[in-house]
């Protein structure tokens, strides 16, 4: 079975850190571009950031730029969300998503986590 | 950044009707548009991808169509497990961006 597990969501405090992990199984990780969507509380999917299927690229949105790193280690069949400089308006429930094609393109997302809720409060 | 305009907002139909929700982008998207279902508590499922192509388990009675800037989500003859909050979603450009979603509900 095609799984997603994310981990690592919490409580912290405006300018904390946190750092999210998703490990993936059931297919071939090296292959397929993999991505974090996140959702505000009673609010819209939000595109946060993604990365290639060997790690060489990197993408993110503009509200995280600068604050938030991706990476992911094909070893470990594992992706991480480094979340520096939090902020109150990064709470959300945060999805590790799959490409729903192989090679070189960030696809439509076919397999999706359960989530992790992150919250940023004093 | 393209955005992607949704409507309507809320549609209110019965079991059996048919629904047709919409997604307009600012820019053209070639088909490289996909729409996702989501449900209270749960994370989203992807219904259709490439603007046509059903995903993986998804029954014919869901149906997208369009291209370029203008695109259809259409369910047939709706059951009770499709009340739902539905989203559109690009993959043409960076940034990734979606509607800002649909909700369909029962009447």
């Known amino acids: 079975e095609v799984q997603l597990l994310e981990s690592g969501g919490g409580l912290e405090q405006p300018g904390g850190s946190l750092r999210l992990s998703c490990v993936a199984s059931?297919?071939?990780?090296?292959?397929?571009?993999t991505t974090w969507v996140r959702q505000a509380p009673g609010k819209g999917l939000e595109w946060v950031s993604s990365i290639s299927s060997s790690g060489d690229n990197t993408y993110y949105a503009d509200s995280v730029k600068g604050r938030f790193t991706i990476s992911r280690d094909n070893s470990r069949n594992t992706l991480y969300l480094q979340m520096d400089s939090l902020r109150a308006e990064d709470t959300a429930v945060y999805y590790c998503t799959k490409a729903h094609i192989g090679a070189f393109t960030v696809g439509h997302f076919d397999v999706w986590g359960q989530g992790t809720m992150v919250t940023v409060s004093s | 950044e393209i955005v992607l305009t949704q409507s309507p907002a809320t549609l209110s139909l019965s079991p059996g009707e048919r629904a047709t929700l919409s997604c307009r982008a600012s820019q053209s998207v070639n088909s490289y548009l996909a729409w996702y279902q989501q449900k209270p508590g749960q994370a989203p499922r992807l219904l259709i991808y490439?603007?046509?192509n059903r995903a993986t388990g998804i029954p014919a009675r869901i149906s997208g169509s369009g291209s370029g800037t203008d695109f259809t989500l259409t369910i047939s003859s709706l059951e009770p497990e499709d009340f739902a909050v539905y989203y559109c979603?690009?993959?043409?450009?960076?940034?990734?961006?979606f509607g800002q979603g649909s909700r369909l509900e029962i009447k």
């Open positions: 490439d603007a046509s």
């Open positions: 979603q690009q993959r043409k450009d960076w940034p990734i961006t």
């Open positions: 059931g297919f071939t990780f090296s292959r397929y571009f």
